[in-house]
Nanobody, 128 residues
Framework: QWQLVESGGGLVQPGGSLTLSCAAS????????IGWFRQAPGKEREGVSC????????NYADSVKGRFTISRDNARKTVYLQMNNLKPEDTAVYYC?????????????????????WGQGTQVTVSS
């Protein structure tokens, strides 16, 4: 049974930083691209950042480029999202996601219809 568990969310002031973690179990993480999505109140869920199975390729939404960094440690079965210079508009529930299939590009991974498994989400609130 595939399982993705996010952690690291919380309340932070504008300009602050947080690192989210996604712990994977029940499948071989090494074989799969992984994505981070977010959903703000009243908005659709959107792809934030995705990473290839090896970690060699990454993809970012324009709104987070230069501020967020995705990485992975396959030995620890964990994917990370380092978020710097956070803005109030980054406030959302952040979800980790795995694809339905092995062979997806990082661009495909950041599209919701590619997702086969979701984590439960972690709340990030950016407010003074």
């Amino acid at each position: 049974q595939w399982q993705l568990v996010e952690s690291g969310g919380g309340l932070v002031q504008p300009g602050g930083s947080l690192t989210l973690s996604c712990a994977a179990s029940g499948f071989t993480l090494d074989y799969y691209a992984i994505g981070w999505f977010r959903q703000a109140p009243g908005k659709e869920r959107e792809g934030v950042s995705c990473i290839s199975a090896s970690g060699g390729k990454t993809n970012y939404a324009d709104s987070v480029k230069g501020r967020f960094t995705i990485s992975r440690d396959n030995a620890r079965k964990t994917v990370y999202l380092q978020m710097n210079n956070l803005k109030p508009e980054d406030t959302a529930v952040y979800y980790c996601a795995a694809p339905r299939d092995y062979y997806v590009t990082v661009q495909q991974m950041c599209v919701e219809r590619t997702v086969g498994s979701w984590g439960q989400g972690t709340q990030v609130t950016v407010s003074s």
